[in-house]
């Protein structure tokens, strides 16, 4: 491949090469299922999107007393880079020497890009933490539940489940997968850090072929690959854990549950029978019960219970469903379920948290350690679950819990944030838009002119993945990747690194920020700690510049032998899990000592919260606001891959035919949906695929106001999170619940205004123009 040179994303590895204007990207040719999302890559190099000189809002460079409420719709003026270096530098200093390092958060969420050393969320932490520390957040949007409920049943996230069901072990032993959630094709395209084969499809086809069956729980049909032959259970959004219960319901009238693997392996399982026979509340959690809630008909709960409770049987739960109101139960309950199975610890059966909603979950362990840069230590005290972000702005010195703690919002007055999007990726978009108007200051670096960076005060252009060398590895993916840069930056965009180099200057600081390495030093630099553990491995272990050559490093791997569930079944008393009891949780103490009303000391069916439910009752439909299978998140949604996707440059919303007839909403048509938080409008596909009652409408559309100054805006582009609720799933992890929400849907009759918000920012000016 001449000229071609390797890099690595979120979404697969790849060979680029920039000739004259064009950028060829080709996939790896070991990949055997590349991600369609590398067609969006070449745009990065062209696209008026992006941002090409540092850019600052025009209010609040006049300094004008109320300037914050312009926040969205005001205009930039254009400052080179030594001006915007001083202006953030100064403002850092003066909020630090007002108010310290507790008035600056730092959370900054967001997936920015692969790479070792580029990654912004590393980049800032650190350097926030050199100038003495930030408000953080903590946990995800991806998992924020499951990452708090996981630790008091199995013990830490990331340890016990995740690393015990391999794609291999599905291939040589399942025989039925019963998906809550589905693995969607899509999303096992994506693995946070990078992802060098698609594997996914053909470990399921394998398993498929050997025999195995799969059944499918989702609203959507295509959750799961089509060559599956899944038996689709097409259940009503929000309601799997009556589902689950019932099946639990059945195993126990029926005496197939396992009782040696609940005394053996698991506590508080009567307290849970209680509930579930309904000697605690007087409430059997029957089939009959379960079909009214989830609409699944009685006799299939009671089949699948069987079928389940006969064969070796895998559980996966996919992130959606705790990204939703009582997040944490869904987890929990299927985590119940599998023990009452007692298949936790067999080849190719138990229970498995995301498999399938992330491409690398499911491969083997690395056998060595990957870089890792250095974040320093962060002496503030405060922090908030990642989605709680506009409770805290608007709502400094409260009090909320959460995990047990009673906590308090700190008082933010400036607000810095590299690598991620909150207007793409928070829920209630109007609600954060008047939440980013309280602090004095925001800070963004971005590629570009996203809705988030439309809403910052100083806007500092960062170069992409493609205008830098880096080292591309991932948890769980066997090649490090040697990633070349693959064009010039574009326009004055500098590298994350660069900018904090000589923020820190400013500020005194470069040398602890930068410990006097260049770009180059410290890719040789992280490198080291990978190359020295497979030195003393024995494995071959090549020098940096060797490896930067060749290209690309493959790692070795962990034998697949069931991982830490494997050793906890085996040997229970040697290996005991890290939970009070040292056994999986059915009944967990400790969070009943929380006293929480809306997480119990069991996993439990909560009717849906009462003031959301009298608030949405008058939105018949559930909206599935899911991830995007044109792009990742909100990212490059200006690619042509993504572009393609569109449908009169608006989202598709895909819509089942009976609720569109009712509604006289015909293919193609321009659709507004709208609940009592906002509205958008997309464009409809009629589809069976869909559960009527529902429709599905994917993230990451670029947030784009009808009117920028209106308190409650219409995102005229198809951005759900208009629409979605700001909640946190309970007081236990105060997770993001943006999966689900309840809307009605119109065709929409007005003058369609165009989208422009991919194109660029219209209203720059230059200083002293
Ligand atoms: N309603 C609803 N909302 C959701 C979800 C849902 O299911 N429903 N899903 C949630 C989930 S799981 C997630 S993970 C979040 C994702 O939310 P985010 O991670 O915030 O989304 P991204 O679009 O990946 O944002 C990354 C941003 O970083 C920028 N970027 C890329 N590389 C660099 C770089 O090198 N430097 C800098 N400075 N910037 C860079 C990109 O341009 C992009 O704007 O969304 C959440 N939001
Ligand atoms: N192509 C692509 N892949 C991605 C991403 C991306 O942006 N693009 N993002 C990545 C990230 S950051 C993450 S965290 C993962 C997310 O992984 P997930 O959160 O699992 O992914 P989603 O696509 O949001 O949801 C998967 C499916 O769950 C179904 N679902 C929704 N609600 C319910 C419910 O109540 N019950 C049941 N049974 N099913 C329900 C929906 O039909 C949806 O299609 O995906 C990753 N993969
Ligand atoms: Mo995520």
Redesign the pocket.
């Known amino acids: 491949m001449d000229g071609f040179k390797p890099h690595s994303s979120h ?1 697969g590895a790849f060979f680029g090469r920039h000739q004259g204007e064009a950028l060829e990207i080709r996939p790896h040719p070991a990949d055997p299922h590349p991600s369609p ?1 590398l067609g969006n890559l070449p745009a990065i190099a062209h696209s008026p999107a992006r941002i090409r000189r540092p850019a600052v809002r025009r209010g609040w460079l006049q300094g004008r007393p109320d300037n914050a409420a312009k926040r969205g719709s005001d205009g930039y003026v254009e400052v080179s880079w030594p001006e915007a270096l001083d202006l953030v530098a100064n403002e850092l200093r003066r909020v630090h020497a007002e108010a310290g390092p507790r008035a600056i958060f730092g959370g900054s969420y967001g ?1 920015s890009s692969a790479g070792r050393f580029h990654h912004a969320q590393s980049q800032i932490h650190r350097f926030l933490n050199v100038l003495g520390g930030y408000v953080r957040s903590v946990n995800t ?3 924020g539940a499951a990452m708090v409920i996981i630790p008091h049943v199995l013990g830490p996230y990331d340890t016990f489940d995740r690393k015990s069901v391999t794609w291999d072990a599905i291939e040589r032993s399942s025989e039925l997968i019963v998906a ?3 693995m ?1 094709v ?2 096992t ?2 693995h ?1 850090g990078g992802i060098s084969r698609h594997v996914v499809r053909p470990a399921l086809s394998g398993a498929r072929a050997r025999g195995a069956r799969f059944v499918l ?4 049909k295509d ?1 799961i690959a089509s060559d599956l032959d899944a038996e689709w259970l097409p ?1 009503t ?4 854990v009556a589902l689950m219960l019932a099946i639990a319901f059945v195993l126990v009238s029926e005496g197939r549950h396992d009782r040696g693997f609940l005394n053996r392996y698991t506590t508080g399982y009567p307290r849970f029978e209680a509930y579930l026979l309904g000697r605690e509340d007087g409430v059997e959690k029957s089939p009959q019960w379960a079909a009214g809630i989830c609409g699944i008909a009685t006799q299939t709960i009671v089949d699948l219970a069987r079928r389940m409770a006969n064969a070796r049987t895998l559980i996966t739960v ?4 705790q ?2 109101d009582y997040g944490e139960q869904p987890v929990w309950m299927g985590i119940v379920l599998a023990a009452m199975l007692g298949q936790i610890g067999l080849d190719g059966g138990g229970f498995s948290y ?1 498999l399938g ?2 491409g690398n979950i499911g491969k083997s362990q690395l056998a060595v350690p990957l870089p890792t840069l250095k974040q320093f230590h962060n002496p503030v005290p405060d922090f908030i679950p990642v989605a709680r972000i506009a409770d805290m702005l608007l709502n400094p010195g409260e009090a909320f819990h959460y995990n047990g703690q009673a906590l308090c919002y700190p008082d933010i007055r400036l607000v810095y944030w590299a690598g991620g999007n909150p207007f793409h990726h928070h829920q209630d978009l109007n609600r954060l838009r008047q939440a980013f108007k309280r602090p004095e200051t925001i800070i963004v670096h971005e590629t570009a002119w996203t809705s988030s960076a439309r809403h910052a005060d100083i806007v500092l252009p960062a170069t992409t993945t493609l205008e830098r060398d880096d080292i591309g590895a991932a948890d769980h993916d066997p090649i490090m990747i040697a990633m070349k840069r693959l064009i010039e930056p574009v326009g004055e965009a500098r590298d994350d690194y660069e900018i904090f180099a000589d923020i820190a200057e400013r500020l005194g600081k470069r040398g602890e920020f930068t410990e006097n390495r260049s770009n180059r030093e410290w890719l040789a630099f992280l490198f080291e700690k990978t190359r020295a553990a497979l030195a003393t491995a024995g494995h071959p272990a090549p020098d940096f510049e060797t490896f930067w050559e060749m290209g690309e490093l493959q790692l070795p791997v962990k034998p697949d032998d069931g991982g830490p569930a494997r050793a906890f079944r085996t040997d229970p008393d040697a290996n005991p899990l890290p939970t009070p009891s040292g056994k999986i949780e059915i009944f967990s103490e400790t969070i009943e000592s929380f006293g929480y009303d809306d997480c119990r000391g069991h996993s439990r069916w909560f009717e849906p919260d009462p003031t959301a439910k009298a608030a949405e009752g008058r939105y018949p439909l559930y909206l ?1 606001c ?4 044109s ?3 909100s990212q490059l949604d200006y690619g042509d891959f993504s572009r393609s996707t569109k449908i009169n440059g608006r989202e598709p919303v895909r819509i089942n035919p009976v609720d569109a007839a009712e509604r006289g909403i015909s293919d193609c048509d321009i659709v507004r949906l709208f609940n009592a938080r906002g509205s958008c409008l997309a464009a409809a596909v009629i589809s069976a695929d869909v559960k009527p009652g529902v429709m ?1 409408l994917a ?2 559309a670029w947030f784009e106001p009808d009117d920028a100054d209106a308190e409650i805006a219409m995102c005229i582009h198809g951005n759900p999170n208009i629409l979605t609720r700001d909640a946190g799933t309970s007081q236990l992890a105060q997770a993001s619940t943006g ?2 929400t309840k809307v009605d849907v119109q065709r929409y009759a007005g003058e369609l205004p165009p989208v422009r918000i991919l194109d660029g920012m219209a209203f720059i000016e230059e200083q002293n123009a």
């Open positions: 979404w999302l997936w949007y991806s998992s809550f959630g589905g969607a899509k999303n395209d994506v946070g729980i989702s609203p959507l959750d259940v959004p929000g309601t799997d996919s992130h959606s469903l990204r939703a995301s909603a992330l599935v899911n991830q995007p299978h792009r990742l998140h599905q993230t990451g999966q689900l």
